[in-house]
């Protein structure tokens, strides 16, 4: 049992090592609504653990074009913490227009943070699961304003119903003055009527793990382990005997 903790602790530090938090959504509880009434709607928090939320700052904004229905953007701290946002307008066929707008370090010119300590490294987003009303993958963009100017880049979400990440190179936004940034912002815009998503977490990392590496790694910590019960067993049999 403890050779298997041990491995699973490896698997574990593989994964996340070097990774610094942007938003684990395990604090500061959200709920912002846009519909007919309010088809702009946008709420800001701040001094949240920072050990949580990158700066203690996260602003959330939906947009959309609607007389009925609503879209909804969901911050839920239970469970570890997820952000899920939802519309369920189906009597939209033509373009809905539906907006996320998911900010952190949502300061101004005057109040800036250096995220030029990051400017090496990837912003990785974990999502739980996508649906874009069947259209598939999905284009979104990774803006960031800093006071002598701005930068964005791209950025592709698939439409699938299992866990995948999206990275980001921070140095794609060199453009901007990393060391005076602020609002860092996921911009997913043109959504159709129909579309929900869930994201676990965001985070900052100096490396991506290949799939295949994990897949790799976790088959020989479990022929190590199977091995070593295995080799347990006999030596059990053995004193018995």
């Known amino acids: 049992m403890k050779f298997l903790l041990t491995c699973l602790f490896i698997l574990v530090q593989f994964i ?8 684990t959504f395990a604090v500061g509880p959200q709920t912002v609504t846009a519909n007919s009434g309010n088809n702009n709607a946008s709420q800001s928090l701040s001094g949240l653990d920072t050990a949580h939320v990158l700066d203690g700052q996260r602003r959330i ?3 959309g074009n609607m007389s009925v229905g609503s879209i909804v953007a969901t911050v839920d701290t239970s469970n570890g913490g997820s952000f899920a946002y939802s519309s369920n307008n189906p009597a939209f066929t033509d373009a809905f227009g539906g907006r996320l707008l998911l900010t952190h370090i949502a300061g101004d010119r005057s109040n800036t943070f ?11 987003i974990d999502f739980e ?6 259209s598939g993958s999905f284009a979104a963009t990774l803006n960031v304003s800093s006071p002598s100017g701005s930068d964005s880049t791209s950025l592709t979400i698939d439409e699938t119903g299992s866990p995948f990440q999206v990275s980001v190179p921070i140095s794609e936004l060199s453009g901007a003055d990393l060391s005076q940034a602020y609002n860092l912002t996921l911009d997913i815009s043109g ?3 129909t579309a929900a998503f869930e994201i676990s977490n965001i985070s900052f990392s100096s490396s991506v793990p ?4 994990v897949t790799l790694l976790v088959l020989a910590i479990l022929i190590l382990a199977t091995s070593s019960l295995f080799k347990s067993r006999r ?3 053995h ?3």
């Open 114 to 124: 250096d995220l030029s300590q990051f400017a090496s490294e990837f912003y990785i």
């Open 129 to 134: 699961s996508s649906f874009f009303g069947g």
């Open 235 to 237: 030596q059990a049999e």
């Open 16 to 23: 996340v090592e070097g990774s610094i938090v942007v938003d």
């Open 210 to 213: 290949e799939p295949r590496a």
């Open 61 to 63: 904004t939906v947009q």
């Open 239 to 241: 004193v018995t005997n």
């Open 191 to 193: 959504l159709p009527s």
